[in-house]
């Protein structure tokens, strides 16, 4: 053999293995943002799951504040419908404010702030959102490696052909992404 | 570089190390089956690895044992151990870790484990009635970077090979000293011998200091990446420095395992012609780690600290 078809052949060799490793850093990053999304969606579950619960105790002692009742659940349906991260975070958002409703109503009562069973929801339900919040921070993390990976050359000649999309963040307000803590040793 | 690189950088060095001491311990077995006798040689080293299979096998009851750590009963706690989820969550665990207690007024804390799944973090009462909730959270994701970068692992390996490595030379020690010397091997050989089995526990002491102090910065910057809030993690280092006791069932062998060197005062180590004493301090000096954290967040610590509630208070005033 011609000695440029060597080259040519090692060139292809080191081109196939360069290739290999950036797609396996992407399924890699890719799968790391599909845990940290699931991490999410349990906590959103959990959440959405408290909050019949919730409605049926502060029911018990203010059945006339029908109005509040019909948001909390309104906001809860359109969580448990929310497909995409962005949606599920509006979502999410949504039912904070309608909480926040709830409880103002709550604070009427004494009775019902005294009682065991409120208590704890509401201990839950503040226990949920700080997981929220930490699963966000973790979500967000891996998703903007992610979208790095793929909207940066090299990989980026490797993600548009073989499907991988930068993802959704979590977050209310848009692609906010979250500040990457550099470090100098 | 940016905290996943040096993630990365970090499991690198671990399979080096492990390689290195690796190494180190069949090089003083086979100094022994030179100098003295084959046969002796390949038992040391047979004893060594018997030695490690067990401590490796072990390790997180002995740890928990060294540490006097002692399991959370179920019900008690709870905020704390909601905490320790919330951090393991952020830093993208799969597992939660146990949580343990250790009675001591010195506040400090500490991880084990050689997989994330098995792993705990263990602090002394004195870390919960001396830490606010926010610098605690800091502190616990201290810990929790520790199991996430497999520093827990790399310890617990690194300790183990030390003490293999100390029984292997021990072996051969008491060989030269009970006159068991067989074989015809040159003076310089015997010379070399002596040196090298003199060596090789203290070359094995220093590898491992100098490993978990380099872990302490990675574990200090991930902790503020997973809080995303550098400045707890530097005010609970702050407030550690600050606070002078010391933990009572500290030992040499588990000091590398805590958030601050739990025998003796860290903080008045200098750079310098103290150099060569901080090779064998298992914690970088606060000061460094503080100005470490100062930098990668951009801000400066206040001169006093925060007087927020303790954890501990916090959690007997709600209930």
Partial sequence: MPGWLWILLAVAGVVVLVAAYGYNRLVRLRNEAGTGWANIDVQLQRRADLIPNLVEAVKGYAAHERGVFDEVTRARTALRQATTPGSAA???????????????????????????????????????????????????ATVLRFNTAVQTIPWLLLARPLGFRAREFFSAEGDIA???????? | MTLQEQIRANRFRSAIVVFGFALLLVLVAGLIGLALDLSLGAVALAAAVVYGVFALLRSRSMIAGFTRAHELPPGELVPLRRLVENVSIAAGLPVTPDVRIVDDTAPNAFAAGLRPEKSYVGVTTGLLSTMPKRELEAVLAHEVSHIRNRDTYLMTMATVFAGAIALVADIGFRTLAY???????????????????????????MLRMSLSRRREFLADAGAGEILNDPEAMALALRRLEVDTTTVRYAEASTAHLWVESPTERVGSHGAGILEFSSWFNTHPPMRSRIAALEEAGGFRLPERLPTDEPFATEVARIR
């Fill in chain 1, 90 to 140: 509006v979502a999410n958002e949504g039912l904070t404010a309608a909480l926040g409703r709830l409880f103002a109503v709550a604070e009427a009562y004494p009775d019902l702030k005294a009682s065991e069973n409120f208590l704890r929801l509401q201990e839950d339900l503040t226990d949920t959102e700080d997981k929220i919040s930490a699963a966000r921070r973790y979500y967000n």
């Fill in chain 1, 178 to 185: 979250p500040p990457e803590v550099s470090f100098a040793p």
């Fill in chain 2, 179 to 205: 006159g068991g010397r067989s074989r015809k091997a040159g003076a310089l050989v015997g010379v070399l011998a002596v040196v090298g089995l003199l060596l090789a526990p203290y070359a094995a002491l």
